[in-house]
Nanobody
Framework: QVQLVESGGGLVQPGGSLRLSCTAS???????MGWYRQAPGKQRELVAS???????DLADSVKGRFTISRDNAKGTVYLQMNSLNPDDTAVYYC?????????WGQGTQVTVSS
């Protein structure tokens, strides 16, 4: 089992940037890591994922603005978010997946508002 702790959320103005971090309680090298988000009244959606080999996949709504990366040595995955807009406001969750196992962090709030 692995525990995930997200950090880096907060309030930012439109056009601003934030970097989210997700630190795991154990090595993550076997896990596909992902960032999801859930806005009020909406379903949780996949924002970005990164494979064990570093291949990335991004939702169309964030392509060109967000970047996902991982540092296996530190047990950490990052989500760099640029050009934020109010539609990006949500709770962002970190996910680690390996075969049938799925682990979630507690989430971090990102609010984009002037």
């Amino acid at each position: 089992q692995v525990q995930l702790v997200e950090s880096g959320g907060g309030l930012v103005q439109p056009g601003g940037s934030l970097r989210l971090s997700c630190t795991a309680s154990r090595s993550i090298f076997i896990y596909v890591m992902g960032w999801y988000r859930q806005a009020p009244g909406k379903q949780r959606e996949l924002v970005a994922s990164i494979s064990t080999r570093g291949s990335t996949d991004l939702a169309d709504s964030v392509k060109g603005r967000f970047t996902i990366s991982r540092d296996n040595a530190k047990g950490t995955v990052y989500l760099q978010m640029n050009s934020l807009n109010p539609d990006d406001t949500a709770v962002y969750y970190c996910n680690a997946a390996f075969r049938d196992a799925n682990y979630w962090g507690q989430g971090t709030q990102v609010t984009v508002s002037s």
